[in-house]
Nanobody
Framework: QVQLVESGGGLVQAGGSLRLSCAAS????????MGWYRQAPGKQRELVAV???????NYGDSVKGRFTIARDNAKYTVYLQMNSLKPEDTAVYYC???????????????WGQGTQVTVST
């Protein structure tokens, strides 16, 4: 059973920084993409950032230049460094990993439980 556990959320003032981490545990043969998504109250879940197995990155327009995603394959971990936070960044942040857990190059999506990020004015 693969689990993704997030940490690092919390309350921060506007202009501040937070670093989220998400670690996967269980039997994992290969990791494809790793990413972060967020969902604010009353809104759809949206892409924050994603990093490919080749370390190519893609960011949502609203976080470009402020957030940085990084991965550590040896630790099955993905990070999200969030700088210059704004009140509109307030949301539950979910990590996502596309993993081969069966050893046949068949990949499935796994999600963390979510961590709350609240940015105050």
């Amino acid at each position: 059973q693969v689990q993704l556990v997030e940490s690092g959320g919390g309350l921060v003032q506007a202009g501040g920084s937070l670093r989220l981490s998400c670690a996967a545990s269980g039997i994992i043969f290969k990791i494809n993409t790793m990413g972060w998504y967020r969902q604010a109250p009353g809104k759809q879940r949206e892409l924050v950032a994603v990093v490919s197995s080749g370390d190519s990155t893609n960011y949502g327009d609203s976080v470009k230049g402020r957030f940085t995603i990084a991965r550590d394959n040896a630790k099955y971990t993905v990070y999200l460094q969030m700088n210059s936070l704004k009140p509109e960044d307030t949301a539950v942040y979910y990590c996502n990993m596309n993993l081969d857990t069966r050893g046949y190059y068949k990949f499935d999506d796994y999600w963390g439980q979510g961590t709350q990020v609240t940015v105050s004015t």
